[in-house]
């Protein structure tokens, strides 16, 4: 039986009155305003799960706390420091970023004050590096928005980086770093938990939301490897967005996936041009989920990769 204990409603420490509006490049759509909830999925492993924004975990051990990801803005980050800091006092040891958004990282700095140490795959240290600018760029309508002051945002890049795969072990609990090829982004990390059978899955998997594809070489193999961990000894699958999930929900995303790029290729070999694409594909189906509002952006970034062979937010 799942170990799932919901326990902290976070309303207040973030001003979500109004729902949350994301910046698309041509305006801003307000995402469902649903309270910010921590639930402890297995004893001392907490997961924050923000519709409006993105999540994290955090493990608590006699020997300290590893995070998983940092927030937005450094702003954000002291709110899910506060978080932390309902569970528990023991200092912050660990922080892994488990991708190169800024909605992941840019809280980093926050941490570091608190004395962490950061790891990243190696992919991702080079995509923080060589992509900070952009994903500025991309937030200032959420920076806008939310009124928060850009300037205290600062790259604060990994201290460790791995390769293939990576063990820590925090006051007897075991924590497994693997990469397993490109996804959503090149240097998507997933944090496994054994015992617990928990895994966070960060970029590449999102229960019942769409993902940005504007990072990833390969939509075929960001199947392969959602399928990869559907196979694994899990039993609960924790997203960079939206909610907790289990098998059936990483297979649904797979399928999703698939079901995009099946299409977009077949308008692609029919000679359709990206106008047309974006005018006429609609993928009604999953009009449901979670940021299908940014469908003609999707829609552009697929395109931009099917015929240049690159991504539009491309590494190295």
């Known amino acids: 039986m799942r170990y799932l204990r919901t326990f902290i409603v976070l309303c207040s420490m973030i001003a979500i009155s109004h729902g949350f509006a994301q910046a698309t490049g041509s305006g801003e759509v307000a995402e469902k305003n649903i309270p910010i909830q921590v639930t402890e999925v297995a004893p001392g492993l907490y997961f924050q799960y923000h519709h409006q924004e993105s999540n994290n975990a955090w493990l608590v051990t006699s020997d300290g706390v590893l995070v998983i ?31 190169a958004h800024g909605d992941h990282y840019f809280g980093n700095s926050v941490f570091k004050r608190e004395g962490a140490i950061f790891i990243a795959h190696q992919d991702t240290l080079g995509m923080m590096q060589q992509h900070f600018d952009s994903e500025m760029n991309r937030r200032q309508g959420y920076f ?11 790259l604060v890049l990994p201290d460790i980086s791995f390769d293939r795969s990576l063990t820590l072990n925090l006051g007897g609990r075991v924590v497994e770093l693997l990469y397993l090829g490109p996804g959503q982004n090149p240097g998507d990390t997933f944090v496994r938990f054994p015992k617990e059978k928990v895994i966070f899955a960060g970029g590449p998997f999102s229960k019942a939301s769409w993902p940005n594809p504007s990072f990833t070489p390969s939509i075929t193999k960001w199947v392969e490897i959602l399928r990869s961990i559907a196979v694994m000894d899990i039993d609960i699958y924790l ?78």
């Open 69 to 99: 990801d940092a927030r937005q803005h450094p702003q954000r980050a002291e709110e899910l420091l506060a978080a932390i800091r309902k569970t528990t006092d023991q200092p912050i040891r660990w922080v892994i970023n488990t991708h």
């Open 144 to 154: 806008r928005q939310m009124k928060l002051d850009p300037s205290l945002v600062k």
């Open 239 to 316: 997203g960079g967005h939206g909610d907790i999930g289990i098998k059936e929900d990483v297979i649904k995303e797979a399928k999703m996936l698939e079901d995009f790029d099946y299409e977009i290729r077949s308008a692609y070999a029919k000679g359709m041009s990206r106008e047309e694409m974006v005018r006429e594909l609609k993928f009604s189906a999953y009009r449901d989920i979670r940021n299908y509002y940014r469908m003609n952006l999707f829609i552009s970034s697929y395109y931009h990769l099917l015929k240049t062979g690159k991504p539009e937010n491309a590494y190295p």
